[in-house]
């Protein structure tokens, strides 16, 4: 059956360039510490709790990932209903201001799966696909 309801428009999350050049900095610099610094001087920013997030995980530290991730994935809620969106519909990952709350989500969902949430880190991988695909397709390429 096909559905005959418009899909909502897309959710394009503000730029937040300060924070984007920081984690540049951070990331040349490349230590837990200067992205720590980064999600302490804008913890609001969904893309340093991601960074924070797909760090930890990276390194086996799952109990903190799945900490930044909830971190990062709260606020990004927020954002997004800020921004416009209704609960449901395209969180593109094309546009990169959106990739912070994404990635948080990504490794929400593997860290919830790894510490035996498997509910959960069915819902995360769920809700990504569901904002953008190609988003879940990235990240699992990372």
Not at 69 to 96: C, E, F, I
Not at 116 to 136: I, K, V
Request: aromatic letters at 8%.
């Amino acid at each position: 059956m096909q559905n005959l309801l418009p899909e909502p428009p897309a959710t394009l999350l503000p730029a937040d360039e300060d924070a984007e050049a920081v984690l540049i900095e951070a990331a040349e610099l490349d230590t837990d510490d200067a992205y720590a610094s980064v999600a302490a001087r804008f913890p609001t920013s969904s893309a340093a709790w991601g960074a924070l997030a797909a760090r930890a995980i990276g390194a086996g530290q799952v109990i903190p990932a799945y900490a930044y991730a909830r971190t990062g994935y709260h606020r990004g809620l927020d954002q997004l209903r800020r921004s416009g969106w209704k609960g449901h519909g395209p969180v593109p990952w094309t546009h990169g201001p959106n990739q912070g709350f994404l990635r948080c989500l990504y490794v929400l969902s593997r860290a919830a799966g790894e510490i035996g949430e498997s509910d959960e880190a069915a819902r995360c991988a769920q809700f990504l696909r569901d904002c953008d695909p190609q988003a879940a397709d990235a990240l699992a390429g990372s």
